[in-house]
């Protein structure tokens, strides 16, 4: 009995041994944990917040839940930013400095990341926002909890092209970021040959009025095709809008991005409704048993505010918060085993925030999104999911593999693209089918363009509008109605309009009729100005710029044959002429017996061989060696002469400048007289208006003095017309671009401005412009163009050919030096300064040199 009780007795006291021990134990197993504080901010006013702050708290009671033995606890600090970059700022300011944060996640926008990424360079610890981006990122402490956005580009230019389709719209968002993404997407496009022919940019505070007229705008369009990249906020007001215009039927073809159909099961049901048969982009994330876990628990929390979310899933960035949790509990748990190997205190010392850092970038694992990696400061190259919005549910279709740059089919008997000659669709075998008649069936239930054309009593060759009683019809044609129809063909859609006269009235109450809306564009001579374009969108010129001055070619001079040489000029030449007589004459004489003889016979001489040089015909022949030298220069001096006579005898013959006498009239039209006059300095008193070709012609040959006018001033179209008529008594002699043409006007904001520019470009380049103005300012044969325009013509003088009279005067006086040592040598041989020189050689080299 004694031993049974000190076995008892032992027992308990062991057993109360045992249990203070464990409880030591797991006092100091307790204390050996050490907490890591980490910042979360989002906007908690919104549903896209609220997931994320749900998520993310999910994640770290899972995540230890799993590994109960880890020594690192993460504890979360939330900040709302309540929707605004300075709140964002402000609460990771209040995390650095008060709760000592070693790491910030949760940033929403491009301009959150913007705010805090100058601050984690100095605070050095990771940032790991969900804001998307196109560019790599520059920050080494921002993390990106998502691929570039630009990897999708080239998914959806290739869906486009699959279909043939050359045109897109692409509707944005404003936002600076958004702005960075256009050359992306330029060049996604332009690598399969597609064009934007249209950007809308829309303004996340525009209310839905301002919506509703943009994709007023947009029906304008031929193109039928809408890319559409913009927040899910934005983006869900855009398509209710669209569908109230009707702009979701069959002719119609949305894609949307991710950065809207990531989250499409969070919308409103209307919402939903109006993204039936549309192409979305949207994460790949594969179902699974633990997804659906986390799905439930979060329909769970947030009932009470939405009784609807038992039939919504999960957003993505919900999925991608839960998962970059975890990496970053595990990270922490890595840093602080490699403190403990170091034997380091603490968690994070110097340089400890790259040190997580890395060990973020090396954590991988099976998360609700997939094969989950951080790697180069962003998540792994996702794929992307093409899906298509039917009865109110998604249907996959195929998946989009950036990183090979092709589409992988999940199965060809549910999906597949059929091409055949005449239609492309994207068909789905369960009873689904996309009929891409955006770039086929562009006209139909499309009203026509009602477009504006002046009528106006003159110039028609520019604008005819005529009545024709026997068809009944009116009849519209003209240049700028070529010009139009022409650049109509060279779009890359049909477009439909219909010519509409305008009654008479001024060019402003033209465009003031267009910028009611009464009218969508005007066709004619329509002058583009600075102030015009206020009120309407113009397309480039296509006309030339400036206006010109005509005036009437004057045929009565008498001595009209005097006037390619200066009056210096002609007196040089004659001056040279008997110099150069003379000089022949002087050698020539003593040995020569044709300019021997009467003094008035050698007078006669010199005269008349200098004269017959300027047609090579003088007879006389010449034995002197150095006079033949003096010729042959002289020769080509006069042919000189004659050739450049002979040119501006024939330009002045061609187009002869004419002088306005001071205080002549001169005829304008009304825009000319009150735009473009002051530019060439004449004055208001000497302007006279002359609104047609005819009357043009009478003014100029009634002349300033009988009450007509010294010249005309217009621009150059109408000068151009008005010389095909008549092309042989008038001629343009002065031009300057003060104007800038004639040019198509559009709606304020219609982006068909821009379209027939790029139309009205491809023409000039292909040289139908210049066919269709041969076809109309060259019909009666003008031997004026632009090219014999008249330029400031003037008279050559003598600086133009000192030159060549130098040469002829140097050639002159050799030869009169060497004749007078001649002389010299003649009348000195017999002195005794030539006595000791061999005499005959001398004289044989004279004899030589002269004859």
């Known amino acids: ?39 979360v901010i989002v906007d908690m006013g919104s549903w896209v917040g609220k997931t994320i702050h749900a ?24 900040r709302d930013s309540h929707g605004r970059p300075l709140g964002v700022l402000s609460a990771a300011v209040d995390l650095l400095e008060n709760s000592k944060v070693h790491a910030i996640i949760g940033l929403e926008t491009f301009l959150e990341d913007k705010f805090l990424a100058i601050l984690t360079e100095k605070a050095k610890i990771p940032i790991l926002s969900f804001a998307p981006s196109v560019t790599s990122n520059e920050f080494p402490y921002i993390v990106k909890i998502r691929s570039d956005e630009a990897s999708q580009f080239d998914g959806i230019a290739s869906i486009v092209k699959s279909f043939e389709w050359n045109d897109v719209v692409l509707i944005y968002e404003y936002t600076n970021k958004e702005r960075t993404t256009i050359p992306h997407w330029v060049k996604s496009f332009e690598g399969k040959n597609i064009h934007i022919s249209y950007r809308s940019v829309i303004s996340l505070s525009s209310k839905d009025n301002e919506i509703l007229k943009e994709l007023h705008k ?121 403190n403990a190997k170091d034997q380091v205190e603490g968690f994070l010392h110097s340089h400890g925030g790259m040190v997580l850092l890395h060990e973020l970038s090396q954590v991988r694992f099976e998360g609700l999104s997939g094969e989950f990696e951080l790697g180069d400061g962003k998540l792994y190259p996702e794929e992307f999911n093409l899906v298509n919005v039917q009865d109110n549910e998604e249907r996959r279709m195929g998946v989009w593999m950036p990183k090979d740059g092709s589409f992988r089919e999940l199965n060809s008997s549910v999906c597949s693209f059929n091409h055949s000659k005449d239609s492309n669709s994207f068909t789905c075998h369960r009873g689904y089918r996309i009929i891409p008649r955006g770039a086929l069936l562009q006209t139909r239930g499309r009203k026509k363009l009602r477009i504006g054309v002046p009528v106006k009593p003159s110039f028609k060759e ?30 890359r859609h ?25 009218y969508d564009a005007v066709v004619g001579d329509v002058t583009i100005t600075s102030n015009r374009s206020q009120y309407v969108d113009f397309t480039l010129p296509f006309t030339e710029l400036g206006v010109g001055m005509v005036a009437r070619l004057d045929d009565k001079d008498p001595w009209f044959f005097l006037k390619p040489f200066s009056k210096r000029l002609w007196m040089v030449s004659a001056g040279s002429f008997i110099l150069t007589g003379f000089v022949v004459w002087l050698i020539e004489h003593p040995i020569n017996e044709e300019f021997q003889g009467p003094k008035a016979s050698q007078l006669g001489t010199i005269v008349w061989f200098a004269a017959s040089t300027l047609v090579y015909a003088h007879r006389e022949k010449l034995k002197s060696n150095i006079s033949k030298f003096v010729v042959g220069v002289w020769l080509f001096v006069v042919l000189i ?25 001169i005829g304008a039209n009304a825009f000319v007289q009150g735009f473009t006059v002051s530019n060439l300095n004449f004055q208001d008193n000497m302007l006279m208006p002359y609104p047609s070709p005819e009357r043009y012609d009478e003014a100029l040959r009634r002349g300033s003095k009988n009450g007509g006018a010294g010249a005309i001033i217009d621009e150059i179209p109408y000068i151009k017309l008005f010389l095909s008529k008549y092309p042989h008594d008038y001629a343009m002699i002065e031009s300057q671009e003060t104007t800038n043409g004639f040019g198509f006007a559009f709606q304020k904001g219609s982006p068909l401005a821009h379209e027939m520019s790029k139309a009205i470009a491809r023409l000039r380049e292909k040289g139908k412009l210049r066919e269709i ?23 050559l003088g003598v600086n133009r050919f000192f030159g060549l009279f130098l040469i002829s005067g140097i050639s002159k006086a050799v030869a009169i030096l060497l004749f007078f040592i001649f002389v010299l040598h003649q009348k000195l041989s017999k002195s005794c300064i030539f006595r000791c020189w061999p005499e005959e050689k001398l004289c044989q080299f004279f004899r030589n040199l002269f004859f």
């Open 55 to 78: 998520c993310i708290s999910m994640a770290i009671s899972d995540f230890y839940e799993t590994n109960s033995h880890y020594t690192t606890r993460t504890v979360l600090h939330v």
């Open 494 to 518: 049909e477009l439909l309009y219909e010519f509409i006269p305008m009654p008479d009235g001024s060019y402003n109450d033209y465009l003031q009729q267009v910028y009611l809306q009464a």
């Open 773 to 795: 103005e041969k076809k109309w300012f060259r019909s009666q044969s003008s031997p004026l163009s632009r090219d014999t325009e008249m330029k400031t013509s003037r008279t």
């Open 218 to 338: 947009i029906t304008t369009l031929e193109t039928k095709i809408y890319v559409v990249h913009m927040s899910l906020s934005l983006a869900s007001r855009l398509l209710v809008n669209a569908k109230r215009l009707g702009m979701m039927k069959d002719e119609y073809v949305w894609i949307i991005t991710d950065k809207a159909m990531n989250s499409v099961h969070s919308m409103d049901f209307d919402v939903i409704e109006s993204l039936q048969g549309t192409l979305g982009f949207k994460a790949n994330i594969a179902e699974s048993s633990k997804l659906q876990n986390v799905t439930a628990r979060w329909r769970r929390e947030f009932h009470y505010e939405d009784p609807k979310m038992v039939s919504k899933e999960l957003p993505v960035v919900g999925i991608w918060a839960y998962d970059t949790m975890q990496a970053l509990a595990e990270a922490v748990e890595r840093v602080e085993t490699l």
């Open 462 to 491: 520019l604008v005819d509008v005529r009545y024709d009683p026997q068809t009944n019809a009116t009849i519209i044609s003209g240049y700028c109605i070529d010009v139009f129809e022409s650049a109509v063909k060279a779009l």
């Open 1 to 39: 009995m004694a031993n049974v009780c000190r076995i008892l007795i032992f027992s308990i006291f062991f057993g109360i041994l045992t249990d203070e021990l464990y409880a030591a134990n797991l006092i100091s197993s307790s204390n050996r944990i050490q907490e890591i504080e980490v910042g």
């Open 641 to 665: 002469l004659t050739s450049s006579y002979t040119a501006n005898l024939s330009s002045l013959l061609t187009v002869q400048r004419i002088k306005l006498v001071k205080g002549d009239s």
